[in-house]
């Protein structure tokens, strides 16, 4: 991301916050696509995305193509002043080839074979794939690479949904060259996987395969790089289209979406955002709001807190949860300007006009079943004309946070694999309960990798970092004694980059730093809590912590017999390294939170009335600085005191209201 490109747009475009959506003509009559014409410029829509599922379409077999609808599309939205976010058209190979290449589909670990009928249905690594794929990019470059209208280069769409584990034979070989690159000799790996247990010695790179269904656990080092491979092999895809394109098209940036929302968990995006000119994510609400902003601050994070772009979210309902509720009065508007709040600089929808047909036509959309006379129709519309008024911020970066939470897809693979002490411990829960507690303690909070500069953070929060690289511990340790305060919780510093156990005692990495010690890790039953002396609970975990340096102070004790301190503080340099032995929670940590903020210096900027029901994100840029009061609930809400000129909302925020104000 060292060269943040944004949109192509032409000269003299005053900036603005994109508007608009995935958009799929194609599967429409022509007649409608003047109707779309209308109803996007009634909406203010900027920006499209086209002809992400058009491979078919495009190349209806394999040697001919039809490019003369696109060709006419492009120049339509062209035409209206739509710029065109041109999909590479990958992500869905058409039956065609897969009926005669049926060695393209991809294999589960049970040695299923999955079936053409949906999307997707393509193995990241297979040769025959890869070629037929790069042909249609080159096609597409070839062709509209000097068409004014095109702004930017979708690639694939969502790489990994649905096919991010592929198990078959290409994966097998493309994963053994991905092992000697990363072990250089059979011995490497064998000792990094822990080989010498249950007769696992490999006597060539050509014995190993990917982790398919075994008897028992399979090799947990086999099972963390297969993960590895996995992302890999996804942004070896991305990098391949990327450099057809760039090769011909030098001047039109390079996106593709990411899915940093909920559990999905298959690509460490803090590395496959190096490999593009800006971050697009697709979010989708399916747990509480706080989901939302943490996933866009997450997203803000690997974007290096550079603008990014807003590729899909949902007017409303979508169509794949068990149950598919719309969303609430002022939701549409919250739920876009939060994550504008976090760094998006276009907001753009899953899909401008409601399917009639097909898998997804209960999925809402941009322009309902109900055409333009409805509710939804008249929300859209009124949430263009706010993000017209919102030009300002466009361009500006995240203002950096004094408090930052460490986010790392190495130590989520790893702490959630099998065998382990607990199968109920979830990384990516806890890092979301500690981004909960210090938004309701009224400060910002960054989320970043592990490789970021962590030096400007007064604190910084390492959630379940159960993967720590000796590198990794020294940068940590380094930032403490130089005066940051470092806060890492239970199943942290457990294991290095091999899986190997950091041995001595827990928490191997950190044992040192915090000045405790722990033989044994004593995780709980569901449902089972443990009271802290500071009037918490504790859930999922607990541990007797040894303390083993006189200078801990112990800020929570555990009321059980068994155990001792819970939550530890220890002053180290100039800086200070606390350790929460168990899972506080939301309402545990809002015990703790203020005190180690009070502790890191870090005043909260949120006046105390607004704490707890109001989220404060802020953006900079040459305009100036931009503040996001983001009311979390469903009550009206007063900000009087808020000094700055409201660009968006007012003094009294509705109830789900976000008001954005010039400081
Ligand atoms: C069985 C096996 C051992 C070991 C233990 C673990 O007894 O024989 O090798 O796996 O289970 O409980
Ligand atoms: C994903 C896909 C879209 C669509 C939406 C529906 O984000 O990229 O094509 O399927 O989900 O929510």
């Not at 920006?47 to 060709?71: C, G, R, Y």
């Not at 694939?156 to 096919?163: D, F, I, P, Q, V």
């Not at 070896?236 to 559990?263: K, S, Y």
């Amino acid at each position: 991301m060292q060269n943040h490109r944004w949109l192509r747009t032409p000269d003299g475009t005053a900036p603005r916050i994109s508007f608009g959506a995935d958009y799929n003509p194609d599967q429409w009559p022509r007649e409608v696509w003047d109707d779309d014409v209308r109803l996007m410029k009634k909406a203010g829509v900027d920006v499209v995305s086209v002809a992400i599922f058009s491979w078919a379409k495009l190349q209806p077999n394999a040697d001919t193509w039809d490019f003369a609808w696109l060709d006419e599309l492009i120049d339509l939205m062209h035409d209206n002043g739509i710029g065109v976010d041109l999909a590479t058209a990958t992500a869905s190979p058409p039956p065609w080839l897969t009926m005669a290449h049926p060695e393209v589909l991809p294999v589960t670990a049970e040695g299923n074979t999955l079936s053409q009928g949906a999307r997707q249905h393509w193995r990241p690594t297979s040769p025959v794939f890869r070629r037929h794929a790069l042909t249609l990019v080159e096609k597409l470059a070839e062709r509209y690479g000097s068409h004014p209208g095109i702004v930017a280069w979708h690639v694939n769409n969502e790489l990994g949904c649905h096919n991010a584990y592929d198990y078959s034979d290409d994966a097998a070989r493309a994963f053994r060259a991905w092992l000697a690159a990363r072990y250089d000799t059979i011995e490497g790996l064998n000792h990094a996987w822990g080989t010498a247990f249950w007769s696992q010695a490999y006597g060539s790179f050509e014995e190993v395969l990917p982790p398919r269904l075994a008897a028992s656990f399979p090799n947990p080092t086999q099972q963390l790089d297969f993960l590895r491979f996995s992302s890999d092999a996804l942004t070896d895809h991305l990098v391949a289209e990327r450099e057809i394109l760039t090769r011909i098209t030098p001047d039109i940036p390079v996106t593709t979406n990411f899915m940093i929302v909920g559990d999905t968990r298959h690509a460490d995006y803090a590395a496959m955002a190096r490999e593009i000119d800006f971050v697009s994510n697709d979010h989708y609400v399916t747990q509480d709001r706080d989901e939302l902003a943490f996933s866009a601050a997450i997203t803000s994070g690997v974007a290096r807190h550079r603008p990014w772009f807003l590729m899909e979210h949902s007017t409303s309902a979508v169509n794949w949860q068990p149950v598919n509720r719309p969303k609430r009065s002022g939701e549409l508007v919250r739920d876009s300007l939060t994550h504008v709040a976090h760094g998006a600089d276009a907001v753009c929808y899953f899909q401008w006009r409601q399917s009639e047909a097909g898998a997804e036509k209960y999925h809402s959309a941009m322009v309902p079943h109900g055409g333009e006379d409805t509710r939804l129709f008249r929300d859209v519309v009124g949430l263009g004309g706010i993000l017209q008024g919102l030009g300002d911020v466009v361009g500006s970066d995240r203002e950096p946070a004094e408090v930052a939470i460490l986010f790392d897809w190495h130590s989520w693979w790893g702490s959630e694999l099998d065998s382990h002490p607990t199968e109920l411990l979830r990384y990516r829960r806890e890092a979301l309960e500690w981004w909960t507690a210090l938004v309701d303690a009224g400060v910002r909070v960054d989320v970043v990798p592990t490789d970021a500069d962590l030096a400007g953070y007064r604190m910084v929060v390492a959630p379940v970092l159960y993967s720590v690289p000796a590198a990794l511990r020294d940068r940590l340790e380094a930032y403490a004694t130089g005066g940051g305060h470092l806060v890492t919780t239970y199943f942290s510093g457990i294991v290095d980059e091999n899986d190997h156990v950091w041995l001595g005692g827990y928490p191997g990495a950190f044992r040192e730093l915090l000045g405790v010690r722990v033989e044994e890790f004593r995780p709980l039953y569901e449902g089972e809590g443990v009271a802290l002396s500071n009037g918490a609970s504790g859930s999922v975990w607990s541990e007797p912590v040894d303390v083993v340096a006189d200078d801990v102070e112990i800020l929570a004790s555990y009321e059980h017999d068994e155990l001792g301190a819970a939550v530890t503080r220890r002053p180290v340099g100039s800086g200070s390294a606390a350790y929460v032995s168990t899972r506080l929670g939301v309402v545990g940590l809002a015990r703790l939170v203020p005190e180690l903020l009070a502790g890191a210096g870090v005043a909260p900027e949120l006046p105390e009335p607004l704490r707890g029901s109001v989220e404060l994100a802020s953006r900079r840029g040459a305009a100036g600085r931009f503040d996001f009061y983001i009311n979390r609930t469903d009550e009206p809400v007063s900000l009087d005191g808020v000094a700055g000129a409201f660009l968006h909302g007012s003094a009294e925020l509705a109830a789900r209201g976000v008001a954005v104000v010039r400081a």
